[in-house]
Every structure is written in C-alpha cells, then in structure tokens.
C-alpha cells in the first residue's frame, strides 16, 4: 500500500500540470502539422500573425498570446550576473495564464517595450532584498544587449506548470506589432482563449478555409492547424521543438509506474488470501457454531470480509508512515519533488479511501467465501476436505501468479542492465573520454574569435587539444535539408541531414577519414564550396567513389529559392550524432570555420581540479560577457541522453526486489503452514526410514512445480516486456536466453531458501513428539 500512496501522489502531481490556471479549461495551444514530400511534421512552431488574425476573424477567439522561443542569456545588475531565458510575450499573458503579480500592475507592466517582468527568485538574485520596481536590468544575448526596467514581480511559477521562465519581455519584433496577415518570416509559439462552451473541433474546421483566404491554397494543402488542450500539453505532447518553451511529462511513465504498484500490491493481496485460506481449518470450528446458533452465511460472509477491509484501514497509518519513508529515494530515482501534503487536498484523502477498500475487497472476498462456506455438520466433525482442496488449489494458482510476477520483473531488469551496460561500453565511433564541452553561442563577437579561444586557453599543460565548432558528437543529429546528388533526378530529392562542423572537428573526436581528406583552413574554397560525407550517405547513394562528386542544394545558397552546387572532398566512417535511441543518418558536412557555438577541449586525466581552476581564472581575462558553463561529455551524454532509460532501470530494480521479498513473505508462511499440517506425516515417514534429507525434499518440491509452472507462464510475458522497452533504441540487444535462465535460477535459489528453514526444522522433529496423542 506505501508504493501505491507513492504512485498516487506521483500521478495526482503528473495530472494536476497547468490546472491552477483559472481559465485554464478555455486555453488551447495551436499547433501544426505540415505535410512535405509525402512525410508529416508535427510541432509547435506558427506564423507570428497567426493568433492575432484568428482573433480578428473568429469571435469563438477572444484573445491570444505569442511566446518567442526562450534562448540563454546573461542578466545583470549592479555587477551581479546571472544566466537566464527571458521569453518575449505579448502583454495578454498575464491576462491569459494566471501567473499573478506580487509588485506592478499585470494590465501595464508589458505595455512598454523596455518594460520586464522578472520572477520573486531573480529578484531576489538581483537585488536581495531592495524593491525591484524601476531598478534597470541589462540583458546580454546574442548579438544584442539591451537595458530593461523592471515594471513587475511575478510570483514564483509552480512546478507544475509546463511554461518556465524568470524573465518576461515585451516582443520586439516588428510584426509582433503590426500583426500583419501573411508573412511568415517571424515564428513564435501561440496560445488561444476561447469563449466559454466553444467546441474547439468545430472552431478546426474553420481553420483550412481561413488559411486559403490569408496564405494561399498552396499552403493551406500543406499545413493543418489543430488546437491542444492546455491541460493535456504535460503529458500528451510529443510535438517537434516542444522542449523549447516547456517541462514535459510522459503519460507512459504514469501508466507503467501505476501498473508496478497496482501488480506489487496484488502479490501483497495474494499473500493474505493465501494464508487466510490455508487458516481456514483453524476457524472452522468456530464457523460451524455460529452456524449452529443460527448465523447464516451473508452474515458469516461480512463479518470475514469486515475483518479484511477493517484491516486495511488499519494497515493505511502505517503504509502512510512507509509512504513517507519512501518518497526521498522515490524523488532522486524520478526526478520530483513529490511530499505528503493532507492540507486540502481532497484528491488525496479519496485516493486513499478508495485504496483501502480496494484491497480489503480483493484480499478478503475469496477467504470470506471460502470461510462462510463451511458446512457445520462437517466442520464439527473435522471434515472440511473439500473446502481444503479447493484453498488448496487456489493457493497454488495464487503462488504460480505471485512469483509469475516476480519472475517478469527480474526479467526486464536484467534485460534493461544488458542494455544499460551496452549503451555505456558500445564505441560510438568518436572519443569522449576528458573531453570538456563549453557552451558560446550566445555571445556572437566572442564566437567570431577562434584563434584568440585557441591561444588563450592553450597555455595551460593539461590541456591537450582544442576545437571550437558548432556541435558536438553525441548531442548534434544536425537538421535535415534536400539535396539533389550528382546522378540523380531534380524531382527526386534525398533528404540529409546537415551538420556545421569547425577546423580539425574530425581530428580531434577521432574520427577516421576512409576517403578523399578533411576540411582545410588553407583551401579557402573549402568553406564555400566543399562538403565532407559519412559512410551512410555514401550507402545510401550507392556512390563507390564520391570524392569529386557535386551536390545542390538550397541550403548551400544565399537565396532560399536558388540551388547551389557543392563538391564532395571526402568520407568519414561513421560515429554516432545522437543517442542509440537513433539510427545514424546520411549526413553531410559543412565545414564554417567563423561561425561557432561550441569549444572543447581534451584535457588530462590527471589534476583535473587544476585545470578546471585554470579555465575559471582565464575566462574572466576573455573578451566575453558570458559566464563559464563547462560539461563532461560522456557525463552529458549519461545525463541528458539516457537519464529517462536510467529511471526505468531503478524503478524495475526496486520493484523486483520488492516483489520477491513480499513473494517470499507468502510462501514462508505457507510453508510454515503446511510443515504444521503435515507434522504426523513427517514423523511416520522417518519412523519407517526417511532421512532428513528425503524429508525436506519431500516438502520442497511442490512448491518447486509451482516456481517451474510460474517460468513457463511468465518467460514469453517477460520476453515481450523487454522486447518492447528495447524497440526504442536504434541500436539495441539481442534479448539472450541466460537473463531467463538467471531469473529463473534467482528465483528457484531464493524459494529454496525461503522454505528450507522450515522444513529442515520439520524435518529435524522427534518422531515420538510428533506421533503421540494429547
């Protein structure tokens, strides 16, 4: 019951994103879905005039808001910096959301556009405990750097809100002004307020017609515009650039986390009811008289079933106190902040109550039955074989269903290990061992300067190697454009992806050229005119030599409408762009030797915390405004790319564990059990010569059939679970028979010493003890 209190409050919390908002039933995002060369794109990205134009047309529209995409930026005042990702709204956000304002007026504070509302937690970075209002702020982005006066305090954004921000702008741009229909060089992510009772599916069907009127039919064919719920954006959003402006949930967590406790809480269930049955002769004595004084069997029925739900709710105050226990590991293992919180939360208390009842009524109405059932001229004469054999058969159906379960838990956790252990050790084709990752793209100036990052940073012994250059293997799959290759028909385009890379890129990740040779400095017409492909474009064109070979593409020309042609210089073999959850892709690359957004350095293993303390103290020399953010790749890689896997990995771990010892719980009773039961047995059986050995053999192996039924049932539901979890790696195991052979080993080893305590001391009894009458 305290893992299900913990799923409860995980869920309630997962559930509850974007419901504080008081109109938060009537707000809707628009979202697109674009149709190109056959394929569909789903994202979250519109025209800015879009919202403004629905409002002018539609009068189910009363209102809209446009977000510019928050990027990173250094805020400062009075010498204190700090990095943050300010959002460019229009005024009606604090309108729209309910985001209140603590200092300032919500109808005036945007109005001006040198105007910014921060956060209670910036405000208490900037200035402590000053009154913020009027103080001037200044904002360094890229390639900009402007002063802002801080018109209002908003108060701090619960967590459980998808939009994120500390820092709210007015929109600069000029068409966030105008709201001129038709253009479509300005895009920002747009929310809706419609009226009360809109039907939002029928204010879509409107949208295609709208679209013809104001952008053309050519477009309207290509785009399709649907409205998203505000409350399902959490956990129902899958969209194209949705991590741009928001926190996003994944209801599949949801589901198989309440599907973990709701199946650990059975096997918990099963436990009761199998020694409930097993204690059935125990009570039917006491059945029979009740009867026989004229108890009838509903009554006989609610007073065993009162007693299962009575202690279930008894059960709560502790599960509660487990529950509590429990939350610490349960937060560092998902990435919450979940805490047992009573004070008005209805939904809680009901959660509660409803869980309570549940398992009273599924641990107590079978023993109920069976227990009622008894008939009492049986019972009083000590006959009650048919009640047993029916318990008895049940309880082995339970037993098979208990470690059927386990066994599908240890299943998937070994599986997930496997292929944890082979996303850490598979060679990604790149180095990333003491590779230091340090993030420039947003001071523009700074990134025009690779010669002065190289010599300066330099100087430092540890340091051994230097890149500056747009991305980084692991992290970077590029963005897709079409090319038409020497070959190949105009109308048949391919699709690559396109990676800006930096001088000596290849070099230095070790990367191998297999032919033709790198990018150059040197050659001027490199950066124009020369491209660099990998072992999968040139599989995919079916070139057997491409060196020489030309390739157009608008993306390779100053006018987005006009193709220009480039030559392939070379081939590297292929290493991993992104994560294994991707499949490596034709990609082609640009070599820009200006233009940067990344530096890296491969540095020393040893003294590392001096090289570190270098760097810092260097940084504050270089003609930069940014602050010094430096990563570890293979430690970005585990974090960012695979931190979701690793959560998956804990919670199978825990919930395997869990399952077998509550298992274990239940069979150690009912052996207990049965060890009682069949005590004259044991002592007739070493009377006429059985060892102690034989004896525990004797009593081990029916629960041992039962162990080996559970592996028939539960190996192909195991086989399944983990072949399913590991279809969302690119690059993925082969699912082997020794993680079933282990579980099912694991599991036979701990149901042996489970019951061996019991029955060796069975085993172990005085015969004349055992054999003897009263």
Known sequence: MACCIVIILFVQDELSYDRFHENADRIFRLTITRTTSGQEFHHTITYGDMGPGLVNEFPEVVDCVRLGMPRDFIVESDSKRFQTDPVGSDPS?????????????????????????ISEQ???????????????????????????QVSGIMKNIPHNSHLRFDFLVPHRHKEAQTGAIGSRSWKCVTYLLLREKTNPRELEKKFPDFLVKHYGKQRASENKFILQPLTSIHLHSDLDYDEIVLKKGNITTSYSLSAVAFLILLIACINFMNLSTARATRRSKEVGLRKVVGASRPQLFRQFFGEAVLLSFVSLFLAVVIASLLLPFFNSVIGKHLSMNFRGNLLLYAGLILLSLFVGIISGSYPAIVLSSFHPVEVLKGDVKKGSAL???????????????????????IIIFQQMN????????????????????????????????????????????????????????????????EGFARDEPVEMNAIEVGEDYFDFFGVDIVQGRDFSKEIALDAELAVVLNETAINALNWKFPVGKQIESAHFSD??????????????????????????????????????????????????QDTISFLNKKWRELPTYLILNYYFIDDSMETYLYADDRKVSNVFTFSSVLAIVLACMGLFGLATFSAERRIKEIGTRKVLGA??????LFLSK?????????????????????????????????????????????????????????????????PVDTLRYE
């Open 559 to 608: 006018n987005s409408n006009k193709l220009a042609s480039v030559t392939v210089i070379g081939v590297v073999k292929d290493f991993h762009n992104g994560s294994l959850h991707e499949e490596i892709k034709p990609t082609i690359y640009k070599f820009n030797p200006q233009r940067h957004s990344t530096i890296c350095l491969h540095v020393r293993q040893e003294n590392i």
């Open 422 to 485: 082979f996303v850490e050790n598979k060679d990604l084709g790149f180095k990333k061992d003491n590779i230091i990752r340090i993030p420039i793209f947003k001071d523009e100036a700074f990134t025009l300067r690779p010669e002065l990052i190289k010599r300066e940073l330099n100087k430092h012994p540890n340091i051994l190697k230097i890149t500056v250059t747009s991305g980084v293997p692991g992290f970077y799959n590029g963005w897709p454009i079409k090319c038409i290759p």
């Open 702 to 766: 029916d629960f041992a059939k039962l162990v080996l039924i559970a592996n028939i049932i539960a190996w192909p539901i195991g086989y399944y679970v983990g072949y399913r979890w590991l279809q969302d790696f690119a690059y993925r195991i082969n699912i082997s028979l020794w993680a079933f052979l282990l579980a099912a080993f694991l599991v036979f080893l701990i149901t042996i010493l489970t019951i061996s305590f019991q029955t060796i001391k069975a085993a172990n009894l005085n």
């Open 93 to 117: 956000i604090l309108n729209i959301f309910t985001f209140p304002l603590i200092k300032g007026d919500k109808n005036t504070a945007l109005k001006s556009p040198n105007n910014a509302v």
């Open 691 to 696: 060892s102690v050995s034989n004896i525990v």
């Open 391 to 413: 318990g008895k058969y049940m309880r082995k159906n339970l037993v098979v269903f208990q470690f059927g379960i386990s066994l599908i838990f240890i299943i998937g956790t």
């Open 122 to 148: 910036l405000a208490e970075k900037l200035f402590g405990d000053e009154d913020p209002i009027g103080k001037i702020i200044r904002l360094y982005g890229v390639d900009e750097k402007n002063d802002f």
